[in-house]
């Protein structure tokens, strides 16, 4: 069977760190066995999902180079849930409740106060038709919850956390559907998972207990549970869940000057025992990954790295791939030069400008300035040939190391540090070289 893996976002908001992440970690698994990567978008909540977070979440996906190789949605798919729904009912599988909340509550304490577990009693399977009539006849519709069968334990494989037991006698009945007809997450995924032949769930912990009773859902339905394997969730750098993770996005990193590479390069591994690597394209990240490599500890997830990730992504960026993001006129060459001295491609005009000029001319003493004017000399001998011009002033001037090379750099540059003047001066030419050499001296 075609590995199929599916990222399943509900629409009520913009893509954050962490569903990133998840995204990610169901592409590379799918990709890894040349399987299919599928988005469904969770919008069965019709009040809180909104159409331009649909379309933020597939151009994020896509800048991210993570293509889906197909696309559902929930809101197009209810006549399904109403066929499979209807099975269940017919077999016994959900039943109707009435239960208010305070009523639900009002159990719970009762049961809490008696030191036993807060599930649900199931008092409304004891209602006869009769009641359920009356109820009716009176205005009032149920909600419905899925009876789980207290016999069968329930027990999985679990890809990350290993083998997960779970006694479904110590679970309430999960509520499938509102009274007002409207879906819970539940069911409707377990559907599509059927339907969309997903044959690996991969997600966040937060879904543990969820799965513990979907697996029955999936019995119930007649179909063979997917793998599962939930990984744990992201924390801030200082290891707690923070707000600002729930909120960083897409647009605020690509903003930040973070590459679409970096991020896949970091997320892709944390939380696993492999290194994060800028050399790893995604064929690599993606040949190389491996579930058990997860660890159960929640992963962190630290800007500054993120941005050391990108630095190194950028000084291996190849010209192709960033000309559309450089000033005009900034060719192969100069990007070559430039590349090892920025951490965000922005950067780079910055360096271009010091290339195209004008500069600002260094204050130097009087004896560098002297060296300048031998400099200038030299370099209408030498042409734009660093290794030559500072061979011939190193013979002329019995100058070396940072006495040779310095002010030739800030006079050259107007800066102390920068990329490597051999391949700079050529950018910047003989003659607006040598302008600069006599406007220092
Ligand atoms: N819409 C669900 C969520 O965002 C999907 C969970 C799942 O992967 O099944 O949490």
Known sequence: MT???RFAPSPTGNLHVGNIRTALHNWLLAKQVAGRFLLRIDDTDAERSREDYVTAIRADLAWLGMVPDGEERQSARF???EGEFQRLVAM???YRCYETAQELDLKRKVLLGRGLPPIYDRAALALSEADHAARAAAGEKPHWRFLLDREAAIEWQDGIRGPQHFDPAKMSDPVVRRADGSWLYLLPSVIDDVAMGITDVLRGEDHVSNTATQVQMFAALGAAPPRFAHEALLTGAEGKLSKRLGSLGVAELREAGIEPEALV?????????DPVDPALD?????????????GRAPARFDEAELHRVNAGIVHRLPFARVSHLLPDGMGEAAWGAIRPNVEHIGEAAEWWRVVTGPIAVPVLEAEDRAYLGAAATALEQTGADWPALTAALKEATGRKGKALFLPLRQALTGMDHGPDMAALLPLIGQGAALERLRAAN
């Open 265 to 273: 390069a970091l997320l892709a591994r944390l939380g696993t025992s």
């Open 92 to 94: 016994g599988r959900v």
């Open 79 to 81: 006549d399904l849930y």
């Open 3 to 5: 590995v199929t893996t």
């Open 282 to 294: 995604a064929d690599a990240l993606a040949a190389s990954f491996t579930l058990s490599h997860f």
